[in-house]
Nanobody, 123 residues
Framework: VQLQAFGGGLVQAGGSLRLTCAAS????????ISWFRQAPGKEREFVAS???????LYADSVKGRFTITRDNARKTVHLQMNNLKPEDTAVYYC??????????????????WGQGTQVTVSS
């Protein structure tokens, strides 16, 4: 499966953005799709996941503000980000895995990655 992430941009604190991960070359329902982010000088971190069993998982830092949804027919996964904070500034990546390795939270749990999309939140 190939992944393409888009929808990033510049927004003021308190604003919203919607990221999209578009998949091609596979059936989206066969994969868990997740979002990760990486801020300058920091390691890549887990943000949210939509699993094959249709569970949604979130990092504590984004719970209540971000929502992940999946549209299998359109082969897209969206990350709705509300009440954005400057600390949400990062490059956001979508990732996919067809195997459950016991965790969805590590970047090493995924074999497919899209290119990143920059999200910048100004204070």
């Amino acid at each position: 499966v190939q992944l393409q992430a888009f929808g990033g941009g510049l927004v003021q604190a308190g604003g919203s953005l919607r990221l999209t991960c578009a998949a091609s070359g596979g059936s989206l329902g066969d994969y868990a799709i997740s979002w990760f982010r990486q801020a300058p000088g920091k390691e890549r971190e887990f943000v949210a996941s939509f699993t094959r069993s249709r569970s949604q998982l979130y990092a504590d830092s984004v719970k209540g503000r971000f929502t992940i949804t999946r549209d299998n027919a359109r082969k897209t996964v969206h990350l709705q980000m509300n009440n954005l904070k400057p600390e949400d500034t990062a490059v956001y990546y979508c990732a996919a895995t067809s195997y459950y390795r016991g965790s969805y939270y590590s970047e090493h749990d995924y074999e497919y990655w899209g290119q990143g999309t920059q999200v910048t939140v100004s204070s």
